[in-house]
């Protein structure tokens, strides 16, 4: 099957770029790992339209084999994860993480969590919890006050985003407060406090999931997708929208797919908003010495951070012992990394995600589309 | 010493055991060449008497070792795998070939095969079983063996005898130059019989206990010592972490080292044919990597053509992580100007000539 | 909607993840390799801590997975 355009990922990024090329008369396929349609934000509503575009939902693309005349990645973004003391345990888990649990069916009524980390995510995840019945306590912001209230005294330049910066008078949230250690039932944090919870939901800002991007060979900068104003990559063919391309939310992320999915220059000052936010929410040195000797980093293999810590470099912490080398790929220890020690990032190899032998020989899925298999 | 991998790692700590001063000269990370790419089985292979003298006394050293933990060794013993009533025939005389030279070997019915293995197919008419070979994990046994010699990050780009020019201009000398680079060893040395012949290999998530030997098809003798540009044959590796390793495809005449889906898709139904429960597992990663590969199939060990203190140890093919150790003793001994246990002509540089 | 998680029957609700629910069991997904138990972090598909068996296949992420009629589960199998 011939396609005008592949989209991959059907978040608000991908589902915009589909809907402007479907609009133009173009024949999309869109690809996304998740059996629903709506990326981080809107998974879940059931409202979520995309007439007159072929869906490939619940199906990974883990290589791609050129079968189309037009590429858009918008695999979003995940979130940074960073190794401290008590990390590993099963009531640690990603603030934007937990609320993808909850829209999964986690019954989070009446439990207490404490929300810690970084970025303006901490605030939603709050709000959707509170709302969702679950109690809490406190929402601890690793960056300081002055940086928060300068940032928020210039949402006026973004003026649909001004809402967000009510976020600020959540109660419970504190600036330049951040988890030191997790333990059976609870969680320190930075100022000594110890608090009581059933869940620890952390993360420390989001990174780009660029692994397809660098699969295919697109320059990167830092870990961003470099595009040029209408979102094409380094590599012919293929553009990059969304998360990918700059944390800035989900106005960007439409902005940004409309306009590659068009064929335009992407309107409005984004990449001056994404630097604002990774300047506001920059971490502070404090974290990268969170870990002790005998915190685990790479969580596929149990690597700790005493095994590598006076390794070279990532290529030697892989080889030497086996530091990223599980199902994930460094998916998260990588970022961790990148930031403590400065490491770059190590090659992507196919298949970008695991899958079965089976599935990785299957030619055609069973409605016998080429691509909706796991590579295209 | 050129050439970080684990060839050049091995020959180094055998020269400072003779009481050289060595330094490594590596152009990457320790290791990071086709020997972070290979198998790591150690196995006796019997395609000439020089190869199965090489491989043999090469495991024995392995054997001989104390290698710490993060070395992975397990004598997990090679089970070649006869397809048919005619491979399990044509192994009979494999079978008094290694006995006659005193390697330990058994042949397996059907019955004792699929005692041995249960998740291979049915039908398979039974296996020649080697319990004495081993797997190791090549990137940690390099670094091992490397420990405590100096190293120099840097590019060689001109080998001379008896010095080397870095990348840069720097010029190095030595009462010895090695140049162990593998697969790039033409590079150095024009003219040298080395070409790359290009493997791909899987990796699957944990299944601890799957399979139990590595696993081999007979058919691999003639994939491995043929010189079709393109093959492939079932080659499955059980690793201490529970994973299976595999393998394997040899390919001439490619230089990129991507994967390459139509070579990796005929490998991985080859393996299935022979151990269909790996259609269900999880396969997290693929690479590819260079084997340096001669007319022969047997390494270049000696002094390089018209040079007095310029030597090569190269052309390992699919073996140079079994074959590093024995290639070290055999570079030592000449080095020394002793008699070598192994016949030295065999390898020796020149032969091609 | 049941399925079996572990051998024990389970009623769940169409839509949610199998993660969901075996958290909602208070049950570890999986073993680390040095042995201690993990559960779901990012809910996405990255992490793969979520990792469990299904229908005698796996280790498979279950933060992606929607439950369906009568499927077998196995958690903290290495
Ligand atoms: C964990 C998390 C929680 C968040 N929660 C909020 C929130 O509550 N409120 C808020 O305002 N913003 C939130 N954000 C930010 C929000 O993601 C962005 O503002 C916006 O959704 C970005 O849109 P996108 O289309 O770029 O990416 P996404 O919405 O992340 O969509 C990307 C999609 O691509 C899919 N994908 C990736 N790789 C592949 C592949 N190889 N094959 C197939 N599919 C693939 C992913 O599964 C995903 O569905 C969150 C972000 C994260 C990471
Ligand atoms: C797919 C595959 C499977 C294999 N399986 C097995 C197996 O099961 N058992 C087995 O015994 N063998 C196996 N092998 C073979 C084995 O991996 C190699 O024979 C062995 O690793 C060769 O080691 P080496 O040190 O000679 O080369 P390498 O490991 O390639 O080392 C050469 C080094 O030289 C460096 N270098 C090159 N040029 C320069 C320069 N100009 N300046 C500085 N540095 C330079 C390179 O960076 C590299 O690190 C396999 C190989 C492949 C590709
Ligand atoms: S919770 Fe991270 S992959 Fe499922």
Redesign the interface.
């Given at each position: 099957m011939q396609y005008d355009l592949i989209v991959v990922g059907g978040g608000p990024a991908g589902m915009a770029a589909a809907r402007a090329a479907r609009d133009q008369g173009e024949r999309v396929l869109l690809l996304d790992d998740n059996p629903g349609l709506g990326g981080q934000i809107w998974r879940g509503r059931e409202d979520l339209r995309l007439e007159g575009v072929e869906l490939g939902l619940g199906h990974t693309l883990t290589e791609w084999r050129g079968e189309a005349k037009r590429l858009i990645l918008a695999c979003g973004a995940r979130e940074l994860l960073l190794p401290f003391p008590g990390w590993t345990m099963p009531h640690v888990v990603g603030a934007g993480g937990l609320q993808a649990l909850v829209k999964q069916g986690l019954a989070i009524q009446g439990k207490r969590v404490v929300v810690c980390g970084s970025g303006p995510l901490l605030l939603a995840v709050a709000a959707n919890l509170r709302k969702a019945g679950a109690e809490v306590p406190r929402v601890a912001e690793q960056a300081p006050w002055e940086k928060l209230l300068t940032f928020g005294l210039g949402l006026w330049r973004w003026p649909s985003k001004i809402f967000e910066a009510v976020g600020y008078a959540t109660s419970g949230y504190r600036a330049g407060l951040w988890p030191v250690e997790a333990w059976e039932g609870g969680v320190t944090l930075s100022d000594g406090s110890k608090i009581n919870c059933d869940y620890v939901a952390c993360g420390f800002g989001l990174v780009a999931n660029g692994e397809l991007a660098r699969l295919l060979g697109c320059r990167m900068n830092g870990g961003l997708v470099a595009v040029d104003d209408w979102q094409r990559t380094s590599v012919e063919g293929v553009y990059a929208v969304g998360e990918m391309t700059g944390i800035g939310g989900v106005e960007k992320a439409e902005a940004e797919g409309r306009a590659a999915g068009a064929r335009q220059r992407v309107t409005g000052n984004w990449g001056a908003f994404a630097s604002a936010l990774a300047k506001t929410f920059a971490l502070r040195e404090e974290l990268r010495a969170l870990a002790t000797a005998e915190t685990i980093v790479c969580r596929c293999e149990d690597v700790r951070w005493g095994r590598i810590a006076t390794m070279g470099g990532k290529r030697q912490a892989r080889l030497e012992a086996r530091c990223g080398m599980g199902a994930c790929q460094a998916r998260i220890c990588g970022p961790a990394l990148e930031w403590m020690c400065g490491w770059g990032p190590e090659n992507v190899r196919p298949p970008l995600f695991p899958l079965s032998v089976r599935e990785f020989l299957r030619d055609r899925d069973e409605a016998g589309h080429p691509p909706t298999g796991h590579s295209l | 010493m050129v050439g970080g991998g684990i060839v050049g790692a091995a020959c180094a700590r055998q020269l400072e055991r003779e009481g050289f001063h060595c330094v490594i000269v590596e152009r990457?990370?320790?290791?990071?060449g086709a020997t972070?790419a290979g198998m790591g089985h150690v196995v006796v292979m019997d395609d000439s008497e020089a190869q199965f003298a090489l491989t043999r006394r090469s495991r024995d050293l392995w054997d001989a070792m104390e290698l710490p933990d993060?070395v992975e060794f397990e004598r997990c013993g090679t089970l070649w795998v006869a397809a048919d009533e005619e491979e399990l025939e044509a192994v009979r005389g494999k079978l008094a070939y290694y006995r006659e030279r005193g390697v330990e070997a058994e042949l397996l019915d059907a019955r004792r095969l699929y005692e041995a293995e249960r998740g291979l197919r049915a039908g398979m008419a039974g296996g020649f079983l080697v319990p004495g070979d081993s797997v190791i994990y090549a990137?940690?046994a390099a670094?091992w063996l490397g420990r405590g010699i100096e190293r120099k990050k840097a590019e060689v780009l001109t080998l001379g005898d008896g010095w080397v020019e870095l990348r840069g201009g720097e010029r190095l000398e030595g009462d010895i130059v090695l140049c162990a680079t593998g697969a790039w060893a033409a590079k150095l040395t024009p003219g040298l019989e080395v070409k790359p012949r290009k493997g791909h290999l899987?990796i699957?998530?944990?299944y601890?206990g799957a399979i139990r030997h590595q696993l081999i098809e007979l058919g691999y003798l003639k994939s491995a010592h043929g010189d079709s540009t393109e093959s492939v044959a079932f080659n499955v590796q059980p690793r201490r972490?529970?994973q299976l390793l595999i393998g394997s495809s040899r390919q001439y005449g490619v230089e990129d080292g991507g994967?390459e889906?139509h070579i990796l898709?005929r490998m991985?139904?080859r393996?299935?044919e022979y151990l269909p429960g790996?259609?269900?597992?999880?396969?997290?990663?693929?690479?590819a990597g260079f084997r340096a590969a001669t007319p022969d199939k047997l390494p270049i060990i000696g002094l390089a053509r018209n040079c007095s203190r310029t030597w090569l140890a190269t052309g390992h093919e699919g073996l140079g992580i079994t074959t590093c150790l024995g290639t070290a003793e055999l570079l030592a001994d000449l080095v020394m100007g002793r008699g070598t246990a192994l016949r030295a002509a065999d390898y020796a540089p020149g032969r091609f000539a | 909607m049941k399925i079996r998680v572990n051998g024990q029957e389970v009623e769940v609700q169409a839509g949610m993840s199998v993660a969901a629910v075996v958290m909602n069991l208070g049950l570890a997904a999986r073993r680390s390799v040095t042995g201690e138990p993990r559960g779901p972090v990012c809910g996405m598909g990255v992490c793969f801590e979520c990792r469990l068996w299904v229908d005698g296949e796996g280790p498979l992420r279950s933060c992606q997975m929607p439950v369906r009629e009568g499927m077998e589960v196995v958690t903290d199998a290495v």
């Open positions: - | 990457d990370v320790m290791g990071s972070a993060e990137p940690c670094a899987a699957t998530d944990r601890p972490t529970g994967v889906r898709e991985l139904r393996a299935v790996l259609a269900a597992m999880q396969l997290i990663r693929v690479w | -």
